[in-house]
């Protein structure tokens, strides 16, 4: 039973524009979120978390939106540029039970020049 | 500071097997938790150890197992290997406490082969 979905396998978008990711879960116990950003033949690389008392997180050009009633996040990416193109995850665990966390299956982004 | 180290980057191995795979975490770290990524899963929680004891087990068979040291190095184990074995293990480090979710590091995994 996958708790964490990502639903669009890729995405492409032009260079300099926005990038919106999307991740939705079906565990109401989540209340803690990361985003990563995957190569080939590399682990995964830590980008941005949030904490279920907020609803956005910034760092630099990645923002991060959850919507508690939704059970939605999204990782925004602005500007995007061609290094972003790489496979997101997003994750989610129940806090008050360690580091525990369950993935979605990732998203594609490819950056167009 | 260092990152998360893994060793062996790449292992082939037979059916039936046995294989132990080793993780380094950062400095600091207290918490380590084992993945399998495979094309059609996704990552997979295996186990999270902390502070030596089991703190949490993802949903495999008992033919994979860990262990962590004093030091917070962690090993796991795969016995009687299958085919389906055959993954991409990550290995994640965090900073960790008692109790509470933090962001976890990722090395850059043991490629394991099973023919």
């Known amino acids: 039973d996958q708790q964490v979905k990502q639903n669009s396998p890729s995405l492409s978008v032009q260079e300099g524009r926005i990038s919106i990711l999307n991740c939705d879960y079906t565990n109401s116990m989540f209340d803690y979120f990361l985003w990563y950003k995957k190569y080939p033949a590399e682990g995964p690389t830590f980008l941005i978390s949030i904490s279920s008392i907020k609803d956005k997180n910034e760092d630099g ?35 008050n039970t360690g580091n525990q966390f369950y993935f979605g299956t990732g998203t594609s982004l490819t950056v167009i020049p | 500071k260092a990152g998360v180290t893994q060793t062996p980057r790449y292992l082939i191995k037979t059916r039936g097997q046995q294989v132990t795979l080793s993780c380094s975490p950062i400095s600091g ?58 993954a991409l293990y990550l290995c994640a480090s965090s900073f960790g406490q008692t109790q509470g979710s933090y962001e976890q590091y990722f090395g850059p995994g043991t490629r394991l082969t099973v023919t």
């Open chain 2, 29 to 86: 770290h207290r918490s380590v938790s084992w993945y399998q990524q495979t094309p059609g899963q996704g990552l997979q929680f295996l186990f999270e150890y902390f502070s030596e004891t089991q703190r949490n087990k993802g949903n495999f068979p008992g033919r994979f197992s860990g262990r962590q040291f004093s030091n917070s190095r962690s090993e796991m184990n795969v016995s009687t290997l299958e085919l389906g074995d055959s």
């Open chain 1, 61 to 95: 050009r990645f923002t991060v939106f959850l919507n508690k009633s939704a059970k939605h996040l999204s990782l925004h990416i602005v500007p995007s540029q061609p290094g972003d193109s790489a496979v997101y995850f997003c994750a989610a665990s129940v806090s």
